[in-house]
């Protein structure tokens, strides 16, 4: 009888340990959340924006005072655009890195001016305005912040660009009395630094449309840090716009 009992207590010590030895033999289940967001992503940017300049009294002479107010009179803001592709590296759902190469127009331009002349002559403008444009290589490296839960999430991104000058032109626009209007081109050579920074800061909506795509809608602002212009009158050039980016995400 006690072997008995004592048959029937081991065999009842096996069942519980049982489940224990299958898990050591077959090893530890582990359930892996997935992420939430890419890792890395890729996509092209595009914006159209206003541009134009803030001027500056470097060396404090009256007569430059009077020539910002001169300027500022008879110039206005200018329709420019920016184009690229950049690429995002994301620690995390609500914070990531992002590093781009953008072509940029920006300048500025005249307000429209009547011509007058002692005797008619239709061979010549009555009106003209001449616009500033300024082309550039841009590498923006900007940090992006993340905020929300869902497939429509709030962004914001600030950093540093670095600009740099590849063309500069005037296009002197021509009005006529019967109504046609010219443009020409004049490539200019004004001594305008070739390279330099600007602030940029941006902030918006991010649309996740699938695990690996995202589309990105923000206004913007960029304003030159350095100098454009480094004479007695400096100039620095300045965007704003609205942005729409488009990337592609993975891992």
């Not at 000058?165 to 004004?190: C, H, M």
């Not at 602030?199 to 840090?225: E, Q």
Request: include cysteine; hydrophobic fraction near 35%.
């Amino acid at each position: 009888m006690n072997q008995v009992k004592a048959a029937i207590a081991v065999l009842f010590l096996i069942l519980i340990a049982l489940p224990s030895i299958l898990t050591a033999q077959g090893g530890t289940t582990i359930t892996q959340i997935p992420k939430n967001y890419n890792t890395f992503q890729v996509g092209g940017i595009g914006s159209l924006d206003i541009c134009y300049r803030t001027l500056e009294n470097k060396q404090r002479e009256f007569s430059i005072d009077n020539l910002i107010t001169n300027k500022n009179e008879g110039e206005t803001v200018k329709f420019g655009y920016h184009a690229g592709i950049g690429f995002c590296m994301n620690a995390s759902e609500h914070f990531g890195m992002e590093i781009g190469v953008i072509y940029s127009n920006r300048g500025y331009e005249t307000k429209l001016t009547n011509y007058i002349y002692p005797q008619p002559d239709p061979t010549m403008p009555t009106q003209g305005r001449s616009i500033y444009n300024y082309n550039f290589i841009d590498v923006p490296i900007r940090a992006n912040f993340f905020a929300g839960k869902g497939k429509v999430r709030f962004f914001a991104s600030f950093g540093i660009s670095t600009n740099v000058l590849v063309a500069q032109n005037e296009t002197f626009v021509k009005k006529y009395e019967d109504g046609r209007t010219e443009y020409e081109v004049i490539t200019s050579s004004y001594p305008l630094e070739k390279v330099v920074f600007s602030g940029t800061i941006a902030a918006g909506v991010d649309c996740k449309f699938n695990k690996n795509l995202s589309l990105r809608v923000a206004p913007h602002f960029g304003h030159n840090i350095g100098r454009f212009s480094n004479a007695p009158l400096s100039v620095y050039l300045w965007t704003t716009g609205l942005s729409a980016s488009f990337y592609y995400g993975w891992y």
